[in-house]
T-cell receptor
Framework: QKEVEQNSGPLSVPEGAIASLNCTYS??????FFWYRQYSGKSPELIMF????GDKEDGRFTAQLNKASQYVSLLIRDSQPSDSATYLC??????????FGAGTRLFVKA | DAMVIQNPRYQVTQFGKPVTLSCSQT?????MYWYQQKSSQAPKLLFH???????NEADTPDNFQSRRPNTSFCFLDIRSPGLGDAAMYLC??????????????FGDGTRLSIL
């Protein structure tokens, strides 16, 4: 079983809609969770991090964490074409190790 | 602006010819990481430094080495690149707690091609 699982997509949403990206993980000891955005050919850029169960909002982005069910999600409200990218879920597994998922490709149609 | 800078952005080398990739940071972070990322795959951690303490991932090939001469600079040396080493190499930094759970800040990456 992969440590971090994401649907590879592509997830296609119309402009202005809510994009919902999901991630499940296997390590119950994980305490810190991150969402990175990666444009094609570019490096990952931090979007959100969340440490506690529940929701965390930052502008158009909301991260949701449910440790009991071992999933973390990212909602993007009012999606824009510029949000089209690959979104990587990552989690801290202990020490200085962060495990990344392979990402979900999001395509926002104008 | 504080940042992570990788040089060069693109590197072409010949099969078996040693190559060095560099990373510098102005964030004054004490942790620096090197990742390898192949197309449509997750970044794979090769190693990291916590200050001068070097930590190698168990599955990192011996062909890959790293040096960190000071806080600001870190180098990735590939001693004898093979065709399978063609990838994007990402340098990242994070700030310093011993728990290591801080977000990472990435450089723009170096895309390595092997002829």
């Amino acid at each position: 079983q992969k440590e971090v699982e994401q649907n590879s997509g592509p997830l296609s949403v119309p402009e202005g809609a809510i994009a919902s990206l999901n991630c499940t993980y296997s390590d119950r000891g994980s305490q810190s969770f991150f969402w990175y955005r990666q444009y094609s050919g570019k490096s990952p850029e931090l979007i959100m991090f969340i440490y506690s169960n529940g929701d965390k909002e930052d502008g158009r982005f909301t991260a949701q964490l449910n440790k009991a069910s071992q999933y973390v999600s990212l909602l993007i409200r009012d999606s824009q074409p510029s949000d089209s990218a690959t979104y990587l879920c990552a989690l801290h597994t202990g020490g200085f190790k962060t495990i990344f998922g392979a990402g979900t490709r999001l395509f926002v149609k104008a | 602006d504080a940042m992570v800078i990788q040089n060069p952005r693109y590197q072409v080398t010949q099969f078996g010819k040693p190559v060095t990739l560099s990373c510098s940071q102005t964030l004054n972070h004490n942790v620096m990481y090197w990742y390898q990322q192949k197309s449509s795959q997750a970044p794979k951690l090769l190693f990291h430094y916590y200050d001068k303490d070097f930590n190698n991932e168990a599955d990192t090939p011996d062909n890959f080495q790293s040096r960190r001469p000071n806080t600001s600079f870190c180098f990735l040396d590939i001693r004898s690149p093979g065709l399978g080493d063609a990838a994007m190499y990402l340098c990242a930094t994070s700030g310093g707690t011993t728990r290591g759970n801080q977000p990472q800040h990435f450089g723009d990456g170096t895309r390595l091609s092997i002829l």
